[in-house]
């Protein structure tokens, strides 16, 4: 049996093999990049005729009551809240991963304000996702009362940077460029031991590896649901709140959907008394309706046996690499310790761009970013073992026959 029979046979034995018939795959596509954005499932595109054809076009108003319009927020929230640690009526879906980091990290820095007002430092990451960092310093600049931002360079250095003037440390518990996996358990008890509260995202994390937030206790967090959970691209992102600061988080974007009654159409706001109040303007609907077409199907596994197969494949594409192209300069970026790693596998390569451009051109789609890194993501819900074997012989045949050098696969594309 040779290796790529090999893959074949993991695949029959695979218990979430099954799972791939329910998502819109073409097959002549190796889709390497579900870290970046997810495939969409089947039942996606009849979800959202059932939006667009029936709930908009014959309940059209009367479907925010009918159709469950105006509860989906919470009701999605309840339904992602098991694959994060969270519990019911603390995950709410709305807006963006970066409007969601604004509010949630508006609240924690006033409560700490409340708290002990000479903390005014936020620690993250350099490397951690940019807009992140650009919501950070926007918040900073426009509060105008001091705040720092104070970013370290590896992850070794978190302790020290994490001193008694710190208010809030904003984490990504998986890097986006390199798969690090941070130990969520253990850095939130040293934030917490320094008196920081600790704001975890987890854009790289909800549906790729097991997460229990309020086992570790940590204090908000923030995700999306377009990439491993598989709702469409820019589907609204989620927020969790614990109960336990659901009545002290104060966030700035005050809008009716937050208030505890908004049809009273009082002109006075008063806060949502539970996650409701992370809620802001009108919802999306359409979009976020199908949002639970990925969520129902993590509803036939678990995250145990969806880490379980991530790592294999991970572990198998690692080796694959470093043994069939050996010869050409690639260099792994992303941790082999399993404890570490979250559900893709970068390396570098001089001209990656270009190398990506080229696997892209053959079907193998993973995706590129700065500085010379290939990022390969994997769905545990629909990449099979042999979609790494190919993969990873569609780069060896790039990388020897040099056909990356065509001048189309330079061209920048606006996004990347």
């Known amino acids: 049996m040779n290796q790529r029979d090999e893959a074949l046979a993991l695949d029959a034995a695979d218990p979430l093999a099954p799972l791939r018939d329910q998502f819109a795959l073409a097959p002549d596509v190796i889709y390497l990049d579900g870290n970046s954005l997810g495939v969409p499932p089947a039942a996606a595109a ?27 927020p919470r009701r999605l929230g309840n339904k992602l809240a098991p694959l994060i640690g969270a519990a019911h009526n603390e995950v709410v879906v709305t807006d963006t991963i ?7 990290l508006s609240a924690a820095l006033r409560l700490q304000d409340r708290r ?9 990451e350099r490397s951690n996702f940019p807009t992140d960092l650009y919501i950070a310093q926007g918040l900073i600049k426009q509060l105008n009362r001091g705040y720092e931002l104070r970013l370290v360079d590896d992850p070794s250095e978190l302790p020290a940077a994490i001193t008694d003037d710190v208010a809030v440390v ?8 390199t798969g690090y996996m941070h130990d969520m358990a253990a850095l939130t008890q040293l934030i917490h031991r320094q008196g920081a509260l600790a704001l975890w995202d987890l854009a790289h994390s909800a549906g790729a590896v097991p997460v229990d937030l309020n086992s570790v206790g940590a204090d908000c967090a923030v995700g999306c649901t377009y990439k491993y959970l598989n709702g469409g691209p820019g589907s609204p992102a989620f927020a969790w709140v614990p109960h336990r600061h659901q009545s002290d988080f104060e966030q700035p974007l005050s809008g009716w959907w937050g208030h505890r009654a908004p049809f009273a159409m009082d002109p006075t706001y008063a806060a949502d008394e539970g996650i409701g109040r992370f809620l802001c303007g009108t919802q999306p609907m359409v979009s976020m309706a199908l949002v639970e077409c990925g969520l129902d199907v993590f509803l036939q596994t678990d995250m145990q046996a969806i880490r379980k197969k991530s790592l294999a494949l991970t572990d198998l594409f690692i080796e694959l690499v470093e043994t069939r192209c050996n010869e050409f300069p690639l260099k792994l970026v992303t941790p082999r310790a399993h404890s570490q790693r979250g559900s893709h596998a970068s390396f570098e390569h001089p001209r990656g761009y270009e190398v990506m451009q080229a696997l892209i051109a053959r079907g193998v789609i993973g995706d590129y970013r700065e500085p010379h890194v290939l990022r390969f993501g994997f769905t545990p819900l629909y990449t099979r073992y042999v979609d790494v074997w190919d993969a990873v012989e569609h780069l060896r045949d790039v990388l020897a026959h040099e056909t990356w050098r065509a001048p189309e696969f330079a061209a920048r594309g606006a996004v990347t």
């Open 46 to 72: 009849q979800r959202a005729q059932t939006v667009i054809g029936a709930e908009w076009a014959q309940g059209l108003i009367r479907s925010w009551n009918t159709a469950g319009w105006f509860s989906l």
């Open 98 to 104: 970066s409007i969601n980091l604004f509010k949630v």
């Open 116 to 124: 002990d007002p000479k903390r005014r430092v936020i620690v993250s």
């Open 170 to 177: 904003m984490i990504t518990h998986v890097n986006y460029r």
